[in-house]
T-cell receptor, first 116, second 111 residues
Framework: KAGVTQTPRYLIKTRGQQVTLSCSPISGHRSVSWYQQTPGQGLQFLFEYFSETQRNKGNFPGRFSGRQFSNSRSEMNVSTLELGDSALYLC???????????????FGAGTRLSVL | KQEVTQIPAALSVPEGENLVLNCSFTDSAIYNLQWFRQDPGKGLTSLLLIQSSQREQTSGRLNASLDKSSGRSTLYIAASQPGDSATYLCAPGGAGTALIFGKGTTLSVSS
């Protein structure tokens, strides 16, 4: 079974631009979550999508948005990039049964975004 | 709001040592707790998942325990190897699927 695939692996953008990251979950998984990892703040939850609906949201500004398609693939968009958005962005997929005691999340390799 | 603390932040040991990584969390209303491993510049690999009703979980040389009432979990690594060098992260899981992570323990095992 293929794992979680994130594309692209690396991105370089300049301040003010926007960027779109993609995540393909494990086949059959309906939940996709996005996380931002920086040296200072560590891993922080951005949002989760389940069956094309945002089910949970972290504490990030509205410049960070996402969507999920009918095949469960998800995209994350960051508009008006700032230097502080430079980070490793990770997505994780899971079957998506909320509250389940066996809801393991499987992570992709991440997209490293550098904002110049 | 859940807060997760991992101690120590960094650890260096010679090959063959047994070691314990600690994780504490402030909100004991969790459904499970996961331990992950992260190699430099890479994504996260799930090592162990302990459900809230369990006390411990084992996989090979790894053993994780959970004391939900006191908000603590430990990851025990037996007979450490250089290939175990990585950052180890714990993440208690609540009602939703959002994981709250600690800052991690960076382990270096020398041969």
């Amino acid at each position: 079974k293929a794992g979680v695939t994130q594309t692209p692996r690396y991105l370089i953008k300049t301040r003010g631009q926007q960027v779109t990251l993609s995540c393909s979950p494990i086949s059959g998984h309906r939940s996709v979550s996005w996380y931002q990892q920086t040296p200072g703040q560590g891993l922080q939850f951005l949002f989760e999508y389940f069956s094309e609906t945002q089910r949970n949201k972290g504490n990030f500004p509205g410049r960070f948005s996402g969507r999920q398609f009918s095949n469960s693939r998800s995209e994350m968009n960051v508009s008006t990039l700032e230097l502080g958005d430079s980070a490793l962005y990770l997505c994780a997929s899971s079957p998506g049964t909320s509250g389940s005691g066996s809801n393991i999340q499987y992570f992709g390799a991440g997209t490293r975004l550098s904002v110049l | 709001k859940q807060e997760v603390t991992q101690i120590p932040a960094a650890l260096s040991v010679p090959e063959g040592e047994n070691l314990v990584l600690n994780c504490s969390f402030t909100d004991s209303a969790i459904y499970n707790l996961q331990w992950f491993r992260q190699d430099p510049g890479k994504g996260l690999t799930s090592l162990l998942l302990i459900q809230s009703s369990q006390r411990e979980q084992t996989s090979g040389r790894l053993n994780a325990s959970l004391d939900k009432s006191s908000g603590r979990s430990t990851l025990y690594i037996a007979a450490s190897q250089p290939g175990d060098s990585a950052t180890y992260l714990c993440a208690p899981g609540g009602a939703g699927t959002a994981l709250i992570f600690g800052k991690g323990t960076t382990l270096s095992v020398s041969s």
